[in-house]
C-alpha cells in the first residue's frame, strides 16, 4: 500500500496539515510514515497500548505521545483548526486513521485462518490490572468460554461487562490488540467518555465487524480492554488455551473467578486502589466507602445488596450470580449503543462528566427539556426514562423494541450463520430447537408476540 503524502513547511507528510497549524508540542510521530511505523512498548505497562505509542512522561523518546497538558492544549487548538467537536480530520486523528487502515488491511489477508479458529472455542483470562492486594497480587478476574467467532462488541456488551460485574452499555471502551496497538471499539455511538478518545488513541477501528479469532491467532495473543475513558479502569485478556474445532461447541460458560467489581464512577484507578486498601486495613469497615458501593449503578439492583447485612468485600467473588447475570445478558437484547445510560439532571447532563460537542448531541439539546433522550432514537428502538428513587435526576436509555437482529444464541451463547429467530416475539434467537427449547422456560415469562408490543 503506497500511501498519499502531502507537503507540509517543505517536508513531506502523510497528512494533511492546516498551514496556520503550528503543531506546537505535536510529537514528530505524527508527521512520519504510519506504513512504516513500528509499535512502541510502552515502558509503564511493559505492553504495547493504543495503536504503539507511547506518553513521553514514561519514556525519553522523542516521538513519545504526552497525554496531558499537550492532549488539552492540542484539544483547543485542533478545535479552531480542524473544527469543534469532532476533531476528526487533525493530523494526529489521521495519522491513526491510516494506521487502522494498514491495520483492517492484514485482518483481511488470511480469511481462511480467521475462518477456521472462528470455530474454535476460546478459554480467556480477564484481569483486572488495577487493583492488588498487599502482596501485589491482581486478585480480580474472571475465565470464560467462548466461541473465536464471537464479535468483539457482542463480547463486550453480554460477556465481559455482565462477568466482571459492571453495567451494560453505560460508558465506551475500547479493546487493544496487543500485538500491534491496534484500536478497536464501539462506532457509532453515543457514549459521554468518547469525549477523552483525544487521550486514548484518537481513533478506533468498529468493533462490530471484527471477532475474537481476528485478533487473538494463537495462546500467546492478547488483547487489552479499557473500561470508561474517562476513568479508565484497565483489563488484560490472556488467552487460556484454544480447543480443537472437535472440543467446541461455542457455548459461552463463565468457568472461575475471583474478586468484586469495583463500584461504577467509583473514581480513578489509583485512588480506588487506595480505597480498597483503607477498606482491608479496617476489616471492611468505613460507612461512606461501603454506602458509595450500594448506591453505584452496577450494585444497586444486585439482590444480595437489598438485604440489611450485606458488605462489600473486595474479595468476595459469587460465582453463581456472576452465572445468572451472563445467562441474563445472553438472552437480552443487545444493548442499543445509540442512547446508553444517561443521567439528566433538569434540562442538562450529569453524572457522568461529559460535555457538549460530540455525534449528535448538540443539535439534539432542545430534546433535554422534553424529558427525553438528547440523541435521536433510530427506528426498531425507544428512549424508555426512569425516574431515580429519591433523586432529582432521570435515566434515559435506548432499549431496542423492535425485530432483534441476528447476534448469538440467547441460550448458549453461540455465534451461528443458521440462527432461528423465536417466531412469537422476534427478540431473541436460538442455534437450534434444543436451545430454544431448553430456553423456553426463562423466555416465556418475557415472550409477548410481535405487533401486540404496547410501549
Ligand atoms: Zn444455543
Ligand atoms: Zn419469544
Not at 487493583?131 to 466461541?147: A, I, N
Amino acid at each position: 500500500m503506497t500511501l498519499p503524502t502531502y507537503k507540509h513547511k517543505g517536508k513531506t507528510v502523510w497528512v494533511k496539515i492546516n498551514p496556520k497549524d503550528d503543531l506546537l508540542g505535536v510529537p514528530p510521530v505524527f508527521l512520519t510514515n504510519p506504513e512504516t511505523y513500528t509499535p512502541r512498548v510502552d515502558p509503564e505497562s511493559g505492553r504495547i497500548e493504543e495503536w504503539g505509542l507511547v506518553d513521553p512522561q514514561q519514556g525519553d523518546d522523542p516521538n513519545d505521545v504526552p497525554e496531558m497538558p499537550y492532549e488539552y492544549i492540542r484539544m483547543f487548538a485542533k478545535q479552531t483548526l480542524y473544527g469543534f467537536g469532532g476533531d476528526k480530520e487533525s493530523p494526529e486523528v489521521q495519522w491513526c486513521k491510516l494506521r487502522a487502515a494498514l491495520k483492517e488491511k492484514k485482518l483481511k489477508a488470511d480469511p481462511a485462518a480467521v475462518k477456521a479458529r472462528q470455530a474454535q472455542d476460546y478459554i480467556l483470562k480477564i484481569r483486572f490490572e488495577d487493583l492488588q492486594d498487599k502482596k501485589g497480587d491482581k486478585f480480580c478476574w474472571r475465565v470464560v468460554k467462548v466461541s473465536g467467532g464471537m464479535k468483539l462488541s457482542v463480547f463486550s456488551d453480554k460477556v465481559l461487562l455482565p462477568a466482571m460485574g459492571w453495567c451494560r452499555n453505560y460508558h465506551a471502551y475500547t479493546f487493544i490488540d496487543r500485538s500491534d496497538g491496534g484500536l478497536f471499539g464501539p462506532k457509532e455511538s453515543n457514549y459521554i467518555d468518547l469525549s477523552h478518545l483525544h487521550c486514548h488513541g484518537q481513533y478506533f477501528i468498529d468493533d462490530d465487524k471484527y471477532t475474537l479469532a481476528h485478533i487473538l491467532v494463537d495462546e500467546k495473543s492478547e488483547l487489552g480492554y479499557n473500561y470508561d475513558l474517562g476513568d479508565f479502569w484497565r483489563h488484560n485478556i490472556t488467552v487460556e488455551k484454544i480447543l480443537p474445532a472437535e472440543e467446541s461447541n461455542g457455548k459461552v460458560e463463565l468457568l472461575s473467578g475471583s474478586g468484586a467489581c469495583p463500584p461504577e464512577d467509583g473514581s480513578l484507578p489509583e485512588r480506588w486502589q487506595k480505597t480498597y486498601d483503607k477498606l482491608m486495613n479496617s476489616n471492611l469497615r468505613g460507612p461512606e466507602i461501603q454506602k458509595k458501593v450500594k448506591d453505584a449503578l452496577n450494585y444497586k439492583d444486585e439482590p444480595e445488596v437489598k438485604s440489611k447485612s450485606w458488605r462489600y468485600d473486595p474479595h468476595h467473588f459469587d460465582l453463581a450470580r456472576a452465572k445468572t447475570r451472563l445467562q441474563e445478558a445472553l438472552a437480552s437484547r443487545a444493548s442499543d449503543k445509540t442512547g446508553p445510560k444517561m443521567f439528566m439532571m433538569g434540562g442538562g447532563m450529569g453524572g457522568i462528566g461529559g460535555f457538549p460537542g460530540m455525534g449528535g448531541l448538540s443539535a439534539n439539546l432542545a430534546n433535554l427539556n422534553l424529558g427525553g433522550s438528547p440523541f435521536p432514537v433510530p427506528s426498531g428502538s425507544q428512549a424508555t426514562v426512569q425516574k431515580e428513587k429519591g433523586r432529582s435526576s432521570r435515566m434515559v436509555e435506548h432499549i431496542r423494541v423492535g425485530d432483534e437482529p441476528k447476534g448469538i444464541c440467547g441460550s448458549c451463547g453461540r455465534p451461528d450463520d443458521k440462527l432461528l429467530r423465536c417466531g412469537r416475539c422476534r427478540a431473541i434467537w436460538y442455534c437450534g430447537r434444543e436451545c430454544q427449547r431448553s430456553h423456553w422456560k426463562a423466555h416465556k415469562q418475557v415472550c409477548v408476540a410481535s405487533g401486540d408490543d404496547v410501549d
